[in-house]
Every structure is written in structure tokens, then in C-alpha cells.
């Protein structure tokens, strides 16, 4: 079954249909799906839905981009939310430099602080690095993430850092660019790297692999991102789909 490792059905882009919505993805072959969690509001709502729906799963955490007012008081709630019962990752955290802000100190701080609260408690991380390649590498050497495993999510770069974090034992999550035309890196990338640490996101809402480009997403679509790799990897569609669910079941530590 699919296996949806990043997907945001907390948005806002789901209010009005979130029920029938997600009654529908599981009719049409989504095993499991991550409810990531990027500002402190949002990974509350991430831990909701994991209670209200068997097959949805939280992590919590807080995207660079959205730490500007963080607080310790907020690192507290999650650390505790982090124990609780289908919490399975702290996510997403990184640094993104797209956007001038917050400034990029501000960034490293939250950023080393929850790989920390991740390490603390024992749950792997989900990385979101935009535009900011070395400066990720470097803190997470320097904070031996080897030692808490996870998924560079949405990934990026190229062969080259993505050789480092498979030789770190991360995972790279692959969504609906590798369909895209201009996604060649990304091709070259899903090529040469183990199947086994591969697994499949949508990022829903964000980022519909084609032919729904620019439309809101669903995990159900996986299925494209699935065909293409299969295409890439010279295996059958099916068997990406359950060699990724496999995958994501061992990085969060699921029972099978
Ligand atoms: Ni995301």
C-alpha cells in the first residue's frame, strides 16, 4: 500500500471537503500517511488527526521559516508531544534560505535545538534544506544526526550531498518533481541511490506530480511519483510501492 511520508492535511486548502478527502484516499489505496507538523499550531492539529484517523501518524516540529518567535516554553510541548502515542518524528526542522527570514542564525538555533530534543527522545528527524546545502550538512555533523536517522524530505541537491546523507543512513523523500521536466537532478539522484532508502511524500498540498501539476495534491498520486521511479529504477510500479512502504516503516520504527 502507499505510503504517504509528508503530507499537510491540517492546511487550510482541505478545510472545506477534510472528511470526505480523506475517507477517499484510503478507498483509492493509501496505506499510511505522515501528518508533518511545521509551526507549533500545526504539529497540535498533526497530533488531532493522528487520534481521530487510524491510518494518519504525526510528527511534530517547526519549519525554519516559521521560527522567528519560538520559545523554550514551545520546545517543552515538544518534547512532551514527541512521547506521545503516534507522534513518530520531529518534523519538519532544517534551514531555508529562500526568504531572507528569519535571519539565518535565528534558523540554526531552532534547528540545532530540535535535532537535539529529537535525539533526547528517540525519534528520527524529517529535514526540510532549501538553498541551504552546506550549512545543513555542517550542523548536522556536528550534532552526529547519523546517530538519529530520518529523511532529508522534499529532496533537492545533487548526487553529491545526497551520497553523504545516504552514507549518513538518511532516507530522501521523493514527491511529484521527479516527474517534472525540469526534474533531471532529481532522476539522476533517484538512479543512483539504494532503493531501500527511498521513500515516497507528496508534500501535499504543495507540489502535484504531473499530469496535476499546480493542483492540490493527494496521496493517492503517489502513484505517478511511483511509475517514474520505477522507470528509473527498471521495476515494476508495484514493487517501488511496496519496497518504499517497507522503507518507511523501518525509519519511523513501525511495527509492520
Ligand atoms: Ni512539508
Not at 484510503?26 to 508533518?36: A, D, E, L, M
Not at 498540498?205 to 496521496?219: C, I, W
Not at 517514474?228 to 520504527?253: G, H, S
Request: proline letters at 3%; a negative charge.
Amino acid at each position: 500500500m502507499i505510503f504517504d511520508t509528508h503530507v499537510h492535511y491540517d492546511d487550510e486548502a482541505y478545510d472545506e471537503d477534510r472528511e470526505v478527502f480523506l475517507g477517499e484516499i484510503v478507498q483509492k489505496g493509501v496505506g499510511r500517511v505522515i501528518n508533518v507538523g511545521a509551526t507549533i499550531d500545526s504539529a497540535k492539529e498533526a497530533v488531532a488527526l493522528s487520534q481521530k484517523y487510524d491510518f494518519i501518524y504525526a510528527a511534530v516540529g517547526v519549519h525554519p521559516s516559521d521560527t522567528a518567535d519560538l520559545t523554550e516554553e514551545d520546545m517543552q510541548w515538544l518534547t512532551q508531544a514527541a512521547q506521545m502515542e503516534k507522534v513518530v518524528a520531529i518534523g519538519e526542522i532544517g534551514l531555508d534560505y529562500h526568504y531572507d527570514e528569519p535571519e539565518k542564525e535565528v534558523q540554526k538555533k531552532w534547528f540545532v535545538r530540535q535535532l537535539r530534543i529529537a535525539k533526547e527522545t528517540k525519534l528520527p528527524v524529517c529535514i526540510h534544506s532549501r538553498e541551504a546545502a552546506q550549512d545543513t550538512l555542517t550542523i548536522m555533523q556536528q550534532e552526529h544526526a547519523e546517530e538519529i536517522g530520518g529523511v532529508i524530505h522534499c529532496y533537492s541537491y545533487g548526487w553529491e550531498m545526497a551520497k553523504i546523507y545516504l552514507d549518513m543512513g538518511f532516507y530522501l523523500g521523493i514527491g511529484g518533481v521527479v516527474t517534472f521536466k525540469n526534474g533531471r537532478k532529481l532522476k539522476e539522484v533517484v538512479e543512483k541511490a539504494p532503493m531501500e532508502q527511498l521513500v515516497l511524500e507528496t508534500d501535499s498540498p504543495y507540489l502535484s506530480p504531473e499530469p496535476y501539476r499546480g493542483q492540490r495534491n493527494s496521496s493517492d498520486r503517489l502513484l505517478y511519483v511511483a511509475n517514474q521511479i520505477a522507470e528509473l529504477k527498471n521495476m515494476t510500479t508495484d514493487e517501488v510501492i511496496r519496497i518504499t512502504e517497507e522503507n518507511a516503516k523501518r525509519l519511523y520504527r513501525m511495527k509492520k
